[in-house]
């Protein structure tokens, strides 16, 4: 009895059709399959928090690699741009901010606009004219920041400025 009832189970879990519900159990372990956007909201606005305390002994490449919510290809990615520029103009380095993509952001944070698939629109509280791409990706069953702004986003992909 105890064999079938897990042959059953086996056989009912393998018919579901593919992405057939936002929620996938490894395990015991329920993983998110749709992207979760609290998680790109929760980076950006902590950057923003991040910005506006320009506390001078905390650089943006330390802070990136001191958030959690953040895929090692993002840290990289913005650790080779930040050396490039610094190697191309010392004096200037990029001359405006990669996560941003742009000078100036909102100071009251953002919100979503809207979603699509893996990336995520957000426009600013204060600002909304104000809008800034982000890419999440699922790692190890956890959804991460894996682009914003510049880093790790195409170009067709960016906000328009």
């Not at 159990?25 to 790109?40: F, L, Y």
């Not at 290809?73 to 993509?101: C, R, S, T, Y």
């Amino acid at each position: 009895m105890k064999i079938e009832m897990i042959i059953l189970g086996v056989a009912l879990w393998a018919c579901q059709p593919a992405n057939s519900t936002s929620e996938n159990i490894k395990g015991n372990t329920v993983i998110q399959v749709e992207p979760n956007c609290e998680v790109a909201i929760q980076f950006i606005n902590n950057y923003v928090v991040f910005c506006n305390a320009k506390n001078p002994n905390i650089g943006l490449l330390d802070w990136v690699n001191s958030q959690s919510v953040v895929t090692t290809g993002f840290k990289l990615e913005l650790e080779n741009m930040l050396v490039a520029a610094e190697k191309n103009d010392p004096q200037l380095g990029l001359g405006f901010d990669p996560i941003f993509d742009a000078q100036d952001y909102p100071d009251k944070g953002f919100e979503v606009d809207k979603q699509d698939s893996t990336y995520v629109l957000v426009k600013g509280v204060d600002w909304p004219d104000f809008r800034l791409s982000l890419r999440l990706t699922l790692e190890d069953g956890r959804w991460l920041v894996d682009g914003a702004g510049v880093i790790n986003i195409p170009a067709n992909k960016r906000a328009k400025r």
